[in-house]
Every structure is written in C-alpha cells, then in structure tokens.
C-alpha cells in the first residue's frame, strides 16, 4: 500500500468549492479524501462523483445505523458512485453488517467498514445509554461482531489499535480518526493520538482533518504526516 493512501483527508468543509479547492490545491499526491454528513449534505452526491473523477478514493463516511434492507440500498448506491469505503454502525447488530457486506459484493473496490464507538465519546457516555463496561470493551466487542460479519474493517480510535491489532484477522483495516498533530489545540473528539502513535498501534489507515485542512500549507503539512508515517509504517 502506498504511504499517502493511508492519509485519508476529512473534507468536513462547508461547501464543494472549499473542497475542490482544497483538493487541487493538494494535487496527485494526496489520493484519498473523506466525505461525511457536513459535506454530502452541502454539496450532494455531486462532489463524490467529481472526486472519484479525479481519480481520488473516497472515504464516504455516512455511519449507516438503519434497518438491513435500507442500509444496503444506501451501500448499493455508494459502490454506484465508486466509492471505496463506507461505514456501517456495528451498534446495528450483525444483521445490518451482513446486508451492508453483501450489498458490497458486486463492487470489487468498495470495502465495508464497522463503526465502533465515535472517538467523542468515553466511558460516562457509554453508561449514558446503558452500556456497560470501558470503552476498549465495547470497542474490542463490536470489532469482534464486524469480523464475524465478513466488513473489510473497522473505524476505532487509534487508542483502541493495539489491542485490535492482536485480536483482529490480519487482513482487517483498522481505520483511526482522532489523528492530529502533537501540541494542536483539542477538538471535540477525546480519543485521540498523533500519527505516529496511530501507525505504531496498528492503524492501517489515518483519518486526518483540521491538521490539513486548516493549515497555513495544506501541501507542507500532508507531507510532513506521509513522512512521519512511512518512516514507522511496517504492514
């Protein structure tokens, strides 16, 4: 794999216009951009189709917690417009897992993700909703769940990689958001870690947003991430 596909860029931006700004800014070496619910509910399927047009993998990460039949419509229509990856709540229980991996199937290029616990919450939101145990528990639990279902991988924070690393089948993706530069100010995601200590845990995959996005150089601060992953990358 190369080392820049493994930076996934979060497009959380407002408009298509900051994004593909953003994007040709970047240029060929970044590869692999993330669209979530703040970009695909501004700009439509529209900025998926243009990205995949660049030639970009799209991380589309729309974190699917709907009844099987519904889910797998929606990972259908995902691997219509080529996208490369797509997120399905493990909350949802095996049965939405199994639709979401099986609507994948006749689209060689698309792989099903597994949610775990979004990276803003901790153990007092756990018990919140009535889920007992740590987080690492409930994360380990769930990732156990998507492999049973046959989902390409995981979304943990990178707090959790280690431990999945150890328990998860080789092959599995373990794809970390929370990543950010040492000494950036904290957002609202709690579990976090820089890329170093993502790629050192286990991470196959780094979700990388404002540390980009939101820098004086977007070109300089990819870079500076790709070196610092492919000189700890191992796998």
């Known amino acids: ?27 060929a070496a970044a590869s692999s951009y993330k669209v979530g619910l703040q970009l695909l509910t501004a700009a439509g399927p529209s900025i998926i189709r243009w990205l995949v047009g660049q030639g970009k993998q799209v991380f589309l990460d729309l974190k699917l917690h709907e009844i099987p039949n519904s889910v797998a419509g929606a990972v259908t229509a995902a691997g219509r417009l080529g996208v490369s990856m797509v997120t399905v709540h493990a909350f949802a229980g095996s049965a939405v897992l199994q639709a979401a991996v099986e609507a994948a199937r ?11 616990v979004i990276t803003s919450m901790g153990e007092g939101d756990l018990a919140e909703i009535g889920v007992s145990g740590s987080v ?16 390409h991988g995981v979304v943990a924070s990178p707090r959790e990689a280690v431990r999945l690393r ?13 990543t950010q530069l040492h ?32 820098a004086t150089n977007p070109i300089a601060a990819f870079s500076a991430i790709c070196s610092e992953v492919a000189e700890h990358c191992t796998r």
């Open 1 to 27: 794999m190369n080392t820049n596909d493994r930076v996934i860029i979060a497009l959380d931006l407002d408009n298509e216009a900051e994004a593909i700004e953003l994007v040709e800014r970047l240029g």
């Open 106 to 116: 006749p689209f060689p290029h698309l792989r099903v993700l597994a949610l775990t």
């Open 136 to 151: 690492l528990e409930q994360v380990e639990r769930l990732a156990a769940l998507a492999a049973s279902a046959g989902c």
């Open 166 to 178: 150890q328990v998860l089948p080789a092959a599995m993706l373990i794809v970390t958001p929370g």
């Open 183 to 214: 000494g950036e100010r904290k957002s609202d995601q709690t579990r976090t870690a820089t890329p170093t200590q993502a790629i050192l845990a286990g991470a196959t995959h780094l979700v990388i947003g404002r540390s980009i996005a939101r």
